[in-house]
Nanobody, 118 residues
Framework: QVQLVESGGGLVQPGGSLRLSCAASGSIFSIYVMGWYRQAPGKQRELVATITKSDLTGLTNYADSVKGRFTISRDNAKNTVYLQMSSLKLEDTAVYYC?????????WGQGTQVTVSS
């Protein structure tokens, strides 16, 4: 089992920045990809960004809507993944979920709310 705990959400004005963190615990040795997804009201959950765990620097993948604005990174020593969000837009408002894909299964955090509003 893998446990994921997100932090860093909040209220921010358009054009602002936030950094989300996701700390993993449990069977972390089995994780091979971590990422962030989001779900806005009335919409399906969608991919934001992913990063591989075992490569030297981590291979990353981003949704087109966040490319150039969001950066995913990891600290394997802390078993933590980050999502640096810049130039935030109203449409980035959503609950952001941390995800870990592992040999033992697919795991989700409880979610953290990000609200972009003036």
């Amino acid at each position: 089992q893998v446990q994921l705990v997100e932090s860093g959400g909040g209220l921010v004005q358009p054009g602002g920045s936030l950094r989300l963190s996701c700390a993993a615990s449990g069977s972390i040795f089995s994780i091979y990809v971590m990422g962030w997804y989001r779900q806005a009201p009335g919409k399906q959950r969608e991919l934001v960004a992913t990063i591989t765990k075992s490569d030297l620097t981590g291979l990353t993948n981003y949704a087109d809507s966040v490319k150039g604005r969001f950066t995913i990174s990891r600290d394997n020593a802390k078993n933590t993944v980050y999502l640096q969000m810049s130039s935030l837009k109203l449409e980035d408002t959503a609950v952001y979920y941390c995800n870990a894909r592992a040999i033992t299964g697919n795991y989700w955090g409880q979610g953290t709310q990000v609200t972009v509003s003036s």
